[in-house]
T-cell receptor, first 114, second 115 residues
Framework: EADIYQTPRYLVIGTGKKITLECSQT?????MYWYQQDPGMELHLIHY???????EKGDLSSESTVSRIRTEHFPLTLESARPSHTSQYLC?????????????FGSGTRLTVV | DQQVKQNSPSLSVQEGRISILNCDYT??????FLWYKKYPAEGPTFLIS?????DKNEDGRFTVFLNKSAKHLSLHIVPSQPGDSAVYFC??????????????FGEGTQLTVNP
């Protein structure tokens, strides 16, 4: 049973459109992350947040933006989608405790920009 | 500069045999290592982890070995089952407060277990 939810699961949109990928978690985790992954490639961190009103860019440059107005919600927005944005986007969260280093991932959003 | 590498993109084994997935890292500041399993169209799920102060951790059919001097870890699955067929990601966490709990992932290895 998922405690972190991503919508939509699949999205096909035209070039130039603005899109928002939703991510919500019910575990009360302070830390949340967005990763981008292409088949056969590693997960690339594009954004992360350590709490409300805290957002940072990750290791991979991305044209997307994020916001963290509520603990449970961490949406990712693309102002103008391009074919190069076609990828799988994975949202994750983690807690602060020593045994909680592991992430809980959502099911991902498969984005195709045509 | 990729700090976590899984050099085998794919591995195929027979049901009942041992699967060994390998992972190498370069950052000596990593102090915690994790393995995740990912099925198609799903997010990765946590499988097993190991602290850098240990060299082995076992959980049922899954065992992770850590060789710090070689900066190498491996995941052993025995016996392998068809349901284990998935992509396996190695991940590592850097020690210290500045890194938070950010994980660095490898490229993944596609494991196929044949009946």
């Amino acid at each position: 049973e998922a405690d972190i939810y991503q919508t939509p699961r699949y999205l096909v949109i035209g070039t130039g459109k603005k899109i928002t990928l939703e991510c919500s978690q019910t575990m009360g985790h302070d830390k949340m992350y967005w990763y981008q992954q292409d088949p056969g490639m590693e997960l690339h961190l594009i954004h992360y947040s350590y709490g409300v009103n805290s957002t940072e860019k990750g290791d991979l440059s991305s044209e997307s933006t994020v916001s963290r107005i509520r603990t449970e919600h961490f949406p990712l927005t693309l102002e103008s989608a391009r074919p190069s944005h076609t990828s799988q986007y994975l949202c994750a969260s983690s807690g602060w405790t020593r045994v909680d280093y592991g992430y809980t991932f959502g099911s991902g959003t498969r984005l195709t920009v045509v | 500069d990729q700090q976590v590498k899984q050099n085998s993109p794919s591995l195929s084994v027979q049901e009942g045999r041992i699967s060994i997935l390998n992972c190498d890292y370069t950052n000596s500041m990593f102090d915690y290592f994790l393995w995740y399993k990912k099925y198609p169209a799903e997010g990765p799920t946590f499988l097993i982890s190991i602290s850098s102060i240990k060299d082995k951790n076992e959980d049922g059919r899954f065992t992770v070995f850590l060789n710090k001097s070689a900066k190498h870890l491996s995941l052993h699955i025995v016996p392998s089952q068809p349901g284990d067929s998935a992509v396996y990601f190695c991940a590592a966490k850097e020690g210290g407060v500045t890194s938070g709990s950010r994980l660095t992932f490898g490229e993944g290895t596609q494991l196929t277990v044949n009946p």
